[in-house]
């Protein structure tokens, strides 16, 4: 039989439980993220992400930050990864990079590019084109530093893109 004192310390360590578990999920924003949410790779957008809400009549509700738009993916084609065509919105304009390789000499280049277009071109997006060789660190650091400009991993283009691209090669 347990003491009047063990029962309370048994109930008390069971609520103290319970609100550990409900405050960590609470602030840990990657569990609470719903299964239609997508989210970028790099840290520096770790509260950003773009949500798909309820299909309806074939179109998506997307909303990211405080902008949302209706899209119907059979009437569009995305020629980046969802998250980033999406957070984007529609009507973009853009000027597209390839970047294959490990050479980081290129690097440099597209710093230096980038900053010319932010000035030439203040209302376009500049997208580079690669393969998984590019350096993460390197893609996230620019992609954090400069707003206007995304990644586009071409392992990760929807599958019908990747199809016609390839054709072409062949």
Do not use: W
Not at 20 to 27: A, D, P, T
Not at 56 to 71: P, T
Not at 128 to 148: A, P, Q, W
């Amino acid at each position: 039989m347990l003491s009047k004192y063990k029962k309370i310390y048994l109930l008390n360590l069971i609520i103290c439980s319970i609100v550990v578990v409900k405050f960590s999920n609470l602030f840990n924003k990657k569990e609470n993220i719903s299964k239609n949410v997508l989210v970028s790779d790099c840290k520096c957008k770790s509260n950003e992400y773009v949500e798909l809400g309820p299909k309806k009549n074939g179109s998506y509700l997307v909303r990211f930050n405080n902008k949302s738009y209706q899209i119907d993916p059979t009437e569009q084609v995305f020629t980046c990864d969802l998250y980033n065509s999406l957070r984007r919105g529609p009507n973009q304009k853009v000027i597209s990079y390839s970047l294959f390789g490990k050479n980081t000499k290129y690097y440099k280049l597209i710093y230096e590019t980038a900053n010319k277009i932010e000035k030439i071109y203040p209302d376009h997006i500049i997208r580079i084109y690669h393969n998984e060789s590019l350096d993460k660190t390197f893609i996230c650091d620019l992609e954090c530093s400069k707003r206007h400009l995304d990644f586009c991993n071409i392992k990760k283009l929807p599958l019908d893109i990747y199809n016609k691209i390839n054709y072409r090669k062949n």
